[in-house]
């Protein structure tokens, strides 16, 4: 009690004046880390912009909404990146409008995070999009079966 009504006084004790210091220090340490955090952060942060009719690249994760065991089964081999699309328009910083094909279930708008840019001119062209049912899971089939096998276990065949 004594140190805040010496305060609102004036007067100035060598008990308000370690206290004023320890005050100091910790907001300056508190500054420091704040600062250190922010340049850690920021170290691999790049700011991503698009102009209206650039080309990129479509980042779709089939794998978000179903377990990690069968994702690791289902989509290891899949494309990352699909495309490259034309942007239409830019809704916010972080967002942006892409014009997809007219059969794709997917919706147009995409957070930055999910666009790349294409750089070069000899580009793969991956515009196949994935078919999703109407509870949001993909439908994963194989195009074709190239080869099978059979195998005797326990007096049994499995092919």
Do not use: W
Request: proline share 5%.
């Amino acid at each position: 009690m004594t140190i805040y009504c010496n305060a609102l006084v004036g007067i100035t004790t060598p008990q308000t004046l370690k206290i004023e210091g320890n005050i100091k220090n910790k907001k300056d340490n508190l500054t420091f880390v704040h600062n250190r955090m922010k340049q850690h952060k920021n170290q691999h942060h790049n700011e991503q912009s698009f102009d209206i009719g650039d080309s990129i690249f479509l980042r779709i994760q089939p794998y978000k909404q179903i377990s990690l065991n069968q994702a690791k089964k289902d989509n290891k081999l899949s494309p990352n990146y699909y495309g490259p699309y034309k942007v239409l328009q830019k809704i916010d910083t972080t967002a942006y409008k892409l014009e997809l094909p007219a059969s794709s279930q997917v919706p147009l708008v995409f957070h930055v995070s999910c666009l790349k840019k294409v750089i070069g001119d000899k580009l793969p062209v991956q515009t196949i999009l994935l078919e999703i049912y109407e509870e949001g899971k993909i439908i994963l089939e194989p195009k074709a079966i190239t080869e099978t096998r059979t195998r005797q276990q326990q007096n049994r065949s499995i092919s």
